[in-house]
């Protein structure tokens, strides 16, 4: 079985800022891990996915995330927040072959001026 | 604009009716997902169809139904509703279906959001 846990429901940083937005997964299986985005009424957007390869992956919007096995982590992060970074930003996994997603509770990013 | 659209936007309606919600994936796509998300249980993977059959199930409840027509477009059929069922529901589309070795992209709609009183 599959599962993910992003750690804090909301987090709050500084224009300029760093963000980092924890997510811990749990699969018995070569994850794939992903990180969407979801703006006030609008879909889910892809940032990021791991798949296969490099553990560093580069997203929009200068997000990136590294996938850390030994610490079953995949955790978001950007150097500088801007005012539109505020968002939903949820932490996915599936799995090779798979058709659901497993999305984590979510974490509400609120930049402050 | 993922180019998955969904109608309605919006839509209220009482305790025991049906609705039906639609969704039209990404040209070229032939699978078709249904999640919903509400707040006490998050985003939750409902349903797929690939190319008119069904393919997987998740925690979809009895009282709902799915299909996936000949042009490739998805219906979500919420019948008996209750307060419980106020959610927002978004449908995603891929490529294809789930292969093994593969992952297929999911690109979601931006969702229709039900309330139910």
């Known amino acids: 079985a599959q599962s993910v846990t992003q750690l804090g429901s909301h987090v709050s940083v500084s224009e300029g800022a760093l963000v980092l937005l924890r997510c811990n997964y749990s699969?018995?299986?070569?994850?794939?891990l992903f990180w969407y985005v979801q703006y006030p009424n609008q879909g889910l957007q892809l940032l990021l996915k791991?798949?296969?390869?490099?553990?560093l992956v580069k997203g929009i919007n200068g997000f990136e995330a590294e996938f850390k096995k030994s610490e079953t982590s995949f955790h978001l992060t950007k150097p500088s927040a801007h005012m539109s970074d505020a968002a939903e930003y949820f932490c996915?996994?599936?799995?090779?072959?798979?058709?659901?997603?497993?999305f984590g509770s979510g974490t509400r990013l609120s930049i402050r001026p | 604009d993922s180019g998955v659209t969904q109608t309605p936007k919006h839509l209220i309606t009482a305790t025991g009716q049906r609705v039906t919600l639609r969704c039209s994936p990404r040209?070229?796509?032939?699978?078709v997902y249904w999640y919903q998300q509400s707040l006490d249980q998050g985003l939750q993977f409902l349903i797929q169809?690939?190319?008119?059959?069904?393919?997987a199930k998740g925690n979809i409840l009895e009282r709902f139904s799915a299909q996936q027509f000949p042009d490739l477009h998805s219906e979500l059929n919420l019948s008996s509703l209750e307060l419980g069922d106020s959610a927002l529901y978004f449908c995603?589309?891929?490529?294809?279906?789930?292969?093994?070795?593969?992952?297929?992209?999911?690109?979601f709609g931006p969702g229709t959001r039900l309330t139910v009183l």
């Open positions: 169809y690939y190319n008119g059959e069904e393919r």
């Open positions: 699969s018995s299986v070569p994850p794939y």
């Open positions: 995603a589309s891929s490529t294809t279906g789930g292969i093994a070795g593969a992952y297929n992209e999911q690109f």
């Open positions: 996915a996994v599936t799995m090779s072959g798979a058709s659901k997603i497993i």
């Open positions: 040209s070229g796509d032939l699978s």
């Open positions: 791991y798949t296969t390869g490099a553990t």
